[in-house]
């Protein structure tokens, strides 16, 4: 399995507008690619960024070649409209991990 993590530092006067889009709209358009098995969002705790927030996103993928058919097929367009809906107020960086082990309930 396979962790798609983005990492994205928004504007806090925005946060709660675009976190609400992101649960409403974004992350329900990512889903639909069918590339994904489940989601997760976390909120940074106690960093140092004062005038911002600070989200992780994690998708969870099969494998390696669905994430690189979702990065060529899908990504683009998903992430020009996250510039479209917020540019110069946020900004993002991607990771992909191995998940080696998990304890889910």
């Known amino acids: 399995m396979i962790l798609y993590n983005v990492t994205i530092t928004?504007?806090?006067d925005v946060h709660e507008d675009f976190?609400?889009?992101m649960r409403n709209t974004h992350i329900p358009d990512v889903m639909s690619t069918g590339m994904f098995l489940s989601y997760r969002i976390s909120r940074l705790i106690g960093h140092e960024h004062e005038d911002s927030e600070i989200?992780?996103?994690q998708y969870l993928v099969q494998d390696?070649?669905?994430l690189v058919r979702y990065q060529s097929e899908f990504a683009p367009a998903l992430q020009k409209d996250v510039r479209d809906h917020?540019?110069?107020k946020f900004a993002a960086f991607r990771t992909v991990m191995e998940?080696?082990?998990r304890n889910e309930r």
Do not use: A, H, N, Q
Request: charge should be negative; charged fraction near 30%.
């Open 19 to 21: 976190l609400r889009w």
């Open 99 to 101: 998940l080696i082990d």
């Open 55 to 57: 989200f992780s996103i």
């Open 10 to 12: 928004v504007d806090k």
């Open 86 to 88: 917020y540019e110069g």
């Open 64 to 66: 390696m070649p669905t």
